[in-house]
């Protein structure tokens, strides 16, 4: 049972270039969620998603698009980065019923030059 | 901001000693949990405390609830070397997005041999 995989675990970009943080898990969570943690300021929701073609933003959504095609992915796009989207990026699954934990992935560290 | 603010945001003992932190919040809550997240890792759940209760207990983890008081805190006993981490509360409020958790900014713990 792998949980939840994040990949790449590092990433260089240029500004102005484009990527895709992938997310998967394996344990039929409905909630699916991004992340992102900086220095100071603890984690902050950039986007989540309660079931397969539903999405929403959270507190920074600004620069940043997601897509739920399937239950198991939850890709995070950055379609332009820039410097201030240097951070460390998690994402987080959960059951909705029965309210409890999040699992989190182990983090993707992209660095924006 | 939703979000749950820990107290001390560090905190240096010897091993052998009991760790106390804690977490003040603004809104109501369904309930309220703590994670660990060592250096360069994910975050993992510790334990979760349900609105109507006051008090529980995990191993060598006590967490309390004052709902009057909007507070709780985390209480880690005979720390060990091992229990280096931030550890970092976070709330499921009322009225919010089911799912949605709201986290804190941290209390960094380092346990001295």
């Known amino acids: 049972n792998a949980g939840v995989t994040q990949t790449p675990k590092f990433q260089v970009l240029k500004t102005g270039q484009s990527m895709t943080l992938q997310c998967a898990q394996d344990m039929n969570h409905e909630y699916m969620s991004w992340y992102r943690q900086d220095p100071g300021m603890g984690l902050r929701l950039i986007h989540y998603s309660v079931g397969a073609g539903i999405t929403d933003q959270g507190e920074v959504p600004n620069g940043y698009n997601v897509s739920r095609s399937t239950t198991e992915d939850f890709p995070l796009r950055l379609l332009s980065a820039a410097p201030s989207q240097t951070s460390v990026y998690f994402c987080?699954?959960?059951?909705?019923?029965?309210?409890?934990?999040?699992?989190f992935g182990e983090g993707s560290r992209l660095t924006v030059l | 901001s939703q979000q749950g603010e820990e107290d001390p945001q560090a905190l240096s003992i010897q091993e052998g000693e009991n760790a106390t932190m804690n977490c003040s919040y603004k809104?109501?809550?369904?309930?309220l949990q703590w994670y660990r997240q060592n250096s360069g890792r994910g975050l993992v759940h510790l334990i979760l405390i349900r609105s109507n209760e006051r008090e529980k207990h995990s191993g060598r983890l006590r967490v309390t609830l004052d709902t009057s008081k909007k507070s709780s805190s985390l209480l880690i006993t005979a720390s060990r070397a091992a229990d280096t981490a931030s550890y970092f509360c976070a709330t499921e409020n009322r009225g919010s997005t089911l799912g949605r958790l709201y986290f804190g900014r941290g209390t960094q713990l380092t346990v001295w041999p």
């Open positions: 809104t109501s809550i369904n309930n």
């Open positions: 987080a699954s959960r059951r909705l019923l029965n309210t409890g934990e999040l699992f």
